[in-house]
């Protein structure tokens, strides 16, 4: 079955600090992977995407994701965090059969000043 | 474009009374899905069109729950006779077929507490 794991529920960095945010998957054919964020009471805003190609994706707002196959893995970074960047943050995947999104269960990155 | 757009943003209604929310998409999109998301986790598939067609429905969508969208532009979604378990935020999102692939833009939601 299709499953999406993001195995950190909260996460706390300082300002200015790196971030990388972890999320893997599970599906039997290449997966098309996206990042959302989600500040509060909002809906989901799309950080980046992957669909095939190169493996680094640069996104909206300074993040970028690596697709990593053998891991199965589409972590997420950004090499300076900002006050702003604090809420939740939504691993999916999509395929082309179905194309319903799969999401994990979130992260929620708190940001210390 | 002003994006998705979904009413009410909050509903609170009795137990055992019905609710309808609905979702109007990006005008061009031809695809329109509903999720459900509930405290604490990320969103989950309820239902999705492609254009007045409703493609596919998940389990969870029991028989109390009913979505149309009947002439391919904005959405219902109905519950009827509410229990607490549908608390809940529902997401309405939508996308074009000939953009690159299921790339969903969402509303901001409609919060809904069942007392």
């Known amino acids: 079955a299709q499953s999406v794991t993001q195995p950190d529920i909260h996460i706390t960095v300082s300002e200015g600090a790196s971030l990388e945010l972890r999320c893997n998957y599970s599906?039997?054919?290449?997966?098309?992977l996206f990042w959302y964020v989600q500040s509060p009471g909002q809906g989901l805003q799309l950080l980046l995407k992957?669909?095939?190609?190169?493996?680094l994706v640069q996104g909206i707002k300074g993040f970028e994701a690596e697709f990593k196959r053998s891991q199965s893995s589409f972590n997420l970074r950004k090499p300076s965090v900002h006050w702003s960047d604090a809420a939740e943050y939504f691993c999916?995947?999509?395929?082309?059969?179905?194309?319903?999104?799969?999401f994990g269960t979130g992260t929620r990155l708190k940001v210390l000043a | 474009d002003t994006g998705v757009s979904q009413n009410p943003r909050h509903k609170i209604t009795k137990r055992g009374q019905n609710v309808t929310f609905r979702c109007d998409p990006i005008?061009?999109?031809?695809?329109l899905y509903w999720y459900r998301q509930t405290l604490g986790q990320g969103p989950e598939f309820l239902t999705y069109?492609?254009?007045?067609?409703?493609?596919?429905k998940s389990r969870l969508l029991s028989d109390r729950f009913s979505a149309e969208r009947p002439k391919g532009s904005f959405s219902t979604l109905e519950i009827q006779r509410t229990e607490q378990g549908d608390s809940a935020m529902y997401l309405c999102?939508?996308?074009?077929?000939?953009?690159?692939?299921?790339?969903?833009?969402f509303g901001p939601g409609t919060r809904l507490t069942v007392t």
């Open positions: 999102a939508s996308s074009y077929d000939r953009d690159l692939p299921y790339e969903q833009y």
């Open positions: 599906y039997g054919a290449t997966p098309y």
């Open positions: 992957y669909f095939s190609g190169d493996t």
């Open positions: 999916a995947v999509g395929n082309s059969g179905t194309y319903k999104y799969i």
């Open positions: 005008s061009e999109h031809n695809r």
């Open positions: 069109f492609q254009n007045e067609a409703q493609l596919e």
